[in-house]
Structures are given as C-alpha cells and as structure tokens.
C-alpha cells in the first residue's frame, strides 16, 4: 500500500516486487521510496546512498542511547603501586558507577611501579567523584610503604 501510494500510475509489476518482504518483519520507513525492514536482528535498506542515510540515521538515533553529558576529567592520581595490584578494585568501581571511567596508565621509563588513574565522569556526578576519592584513600592506605 505504501509504494502504490507512493508511485501511483508508475506503480508497475517491477516496483511491486519491492513489496516482497520476509514474514514477520517490520517496516523501516523511507520518506524517499521503498521502505526497508529488519527481520531477527538484521536491517535491509534500498541500495541508494540518497535512501540509506537518513533511514540509517533515523534507526541508529532509535537503537542507540543518547550520549551522556560531556564527560569531563575531575581527577588524576598517581599511585606508587603495579597495574596489577588494584586491577580488581579498579574493576569493582567501575561496576558501581557504570556511567564513570576510569583509565589506569602504568608509568614507563624503567623508573619504580607507579600508575596513574584518571576518572572521567560527568560533572554532575557527584557520587562516582566522592567513591573514587575514597577508592584512592583506601589504596594508598594498603599500598603504603
């Protein structure tokens, strides 16, 4: 219905052949022609870049969350420990504040074991700067001396 609609008189026994979808799929719409569909996870559009893009867009704005706030560096540290030795505390801060990163940058040059950690977080978020403040503390404290 939506090509006879679209293409009326011009509506020919070719560009009904474009109606031929898989059953169950669901309509991706297309303001410039021929609807694509997605079928169990797989996404078909016409083969015309002029078609594909905005209907690409249109379904990646849809299936992908919007971007959070700009992220912006609240804190750098640096510890006198190995990578290895808060890897699981780093892990477990991360699982706690899904929204926070935290990069951890092994100090080169031969020098002794030192790491930085930089969190990244949102401004507003208050709760991941104040559990990484507390996260530094406690290694510092097990990792002193």
Known sequence: ?????????????????MADLPAGCELLPNPGGAPGFAADGV????G?????????????EALLPAPAAPASVTRDVTLAVM???????VEAFCREHPRARVGIYPAAGGGPPAVTLRLRAAAADRAAQEAFAALVERLRDEFAG
């Open 83 to 89: 990578e290895g030795d808060i890897a699981l505390a």
């Open 43 to 46: 996404y078909a559009f016409p």
């Open 48 to 60: 015309f870049p002029r078609m594909l893009q905005p209907m690409a867009r249109a379904l990646l």
């Open 1 to 17: 219905a939506l090509l006879a609609a679209h293409y009326g008189e011009r509506y020919t026994a070719q560009r009904q052949r």
